[in-house]
């Protein structure tokens, strides 16, 4: 007897792949740890060569245009990470996080290490703006991540570390980069290098995101159809960070010339009031893990009015252990406010869309960044000082922290 043909119209589906155990298993501590790390890349980009950017100077004095281009060396990935990490995002959503972020490493070595054969001060800006199109891939895929692997309170504490190791490696990365200074303004770029070892290990040890369960989510379940992307619900979140991003790097940015307006120029005392703060931005980080339960954003109006307080202090200190405990006081609220404004844009996306609603919030911060030290040099001189300068930053943040209770408040009761 010969067997039947199958129906007219019917096609036989292949048979589905069978998954690789070893995608398919949890994170854990080891892919925490390489998230971390490559979340550390963008901030060596920002700050290793700040030490040796005098010694660059000098190097190119007969370059026109070498007064600017040679700050721009330091500036410029920040901005190529904020006008390119909603693109990175999009790309992270369609093609694969794991596949991008391991790219993105490895170009970043090959930019990053550039300048220690380039001569054109022109090509070693360029490069550094290609340094940063890598960091924007790989911090939105790190970061997305993170939200893919975790979720609840173990993502709160995972973003709250991200914090706490970027405001630590921002301040030994600094440490290193004078270090490596010590031997020429190329040295610090063999740091670019690291990436390199980095690499391979992410291949080896990330997994595939447990994405079944948020694809189902994200889309329309009647007609098979992706959710449109939640534009509005993420507006206001990216506005927050953008003013956000201002509060928090005031401090490491701009310290030092506070200091100097009191008389302190020595670079041990400089160093040693900066590494407080950094200390004082962890620990708030760390109270952020323990106070973060249930609903991150509750804190926000506490935070920014906290960070408002500090900016306070430190407008109106006459000496130096006063404009100290200010940062202090400070960098106590933004180690809180990061991870806050983060973990709150998280919340609001699903697995299809997290690659490019991260890129938007890190776009959002990162710009926030950049244009940070260009607005206060900018009231310095409408209004007289860095540190009434200051001052208004921090009467604008008490306005906004004020602002949000009553809303809450207007929430709540209409609940």
């Not at 589906?13 to 398919?24: K, R, T």
């Not at 301040?171 to 610090?188: D, E, Y």
């Not at 948020?214 to 509005?232: C, H, I, L, T």
Request: proline content about 7%.
């Amino acid at each position: 007897m010969t067997a039947s043909a199958p129906q007219t119209g019917t096609r036989v589906p292949p048979p589905a792949a069978a998954p690789d155990p070893a995608e398919d298993r949890a994170a854990g501590p080891l892919q925490a740890v390489l998230l971390m790390v490559g979340s550390c890349l963008p901030i060596l980009g920002a700050v290793l060569i700040a030490p040796v950017l005098p010694r660059m100077q000098d190097h190119f004095e007969n370059v026109s245009g070498a007064d600017a281009l040679v700050p721009m060396a330091l500036t410029i990935p920040a901005l190529s990470l904020a006008i390119l990490a909603p693109f990175a995002g999009t790309v992270a959503d369609r093609f694969g996080r794991k596949q991008l972020l391991i790219g993105a490493t490895l170009v970043y070595a090959v930019f990053g290490t550039a300048p220690l054969w380039l001569d054109s001060l022109g090509a070693i800006v360029a490069s550094r703006a290609l340094v940063g199109v890598a960091e924007a891939a790989i911090m939105t895929c790190c970061t997305t991540l993170i939200g893919d692997y975790y979720s609840g309170a173990a993502r709160d504490r995972y973003l709250a570390l991200q914090t706490m190791c970027s405001a630590v490696s921002a301040t030994l990365f600094f440490a290193l980069g004078g270090a490596l200074g010590s031997g020429g303004w190329r040295a610090p770029f063999w740091a670019y290098g690291v990436s390199l070892l980095i690499a391979p290990l992410m291949a080896h040890a990330l997994r595939r995101p447990p994405q079944a369960a948020d694809q189902s989510d994200a889309s329309d379940p009647a007609a098979g159809e992706r959710a449109p992307f939640p534009w509005r619900r993420l507006a206001w979140p990216c506005v927050l960070t953008f003013f956000g991003a201002g509060v928090f790097y005031t401090v490491p940015v701009e310290m030092s010339y506070l200091l100097d307006d009191l008389n302190v120029t020595a670079t041990s005392a400089i160093g040693l009031a900066t590494a407080i703060a950094s200390a004082s931005t962890v620990a708030g980080a760390v109270t952020f893990s323990r106070l973060a339960a249930g609903r991150p954003e509750k804190l926000l109006p506490g935070v920014f009015g906290l960070c408002a307080v500090g900016f306070g202090i430190m407008a109106f200190a006459g000496n130096t252990p006063l404009l100290v405990i200010g940062a202090v006081v400070n960098c106590f609220g933004t180690g809180m406010l990061l991870p806050t404004l983060l973990t709150r844009t998280m919340a609001l996306l699903k697995f299809a869309d997290r690659g490019r609603g991260t890129g938007m919030w890190n776009s959002a911060f990162f710009l926030g960044e950049f244009l940070c030290p260009l607005v206060l040099l900018g009231a310095k001189a409408g209004i007289g000082s860095l540190a009434h300068a200051v001052g208004v930053l921090g009467a604008v943040t008490a306005v906004v922290a004020l602002g949000m209770q009553l809303r809450r408040g207007r929430t709540a009761q209409s609940a």
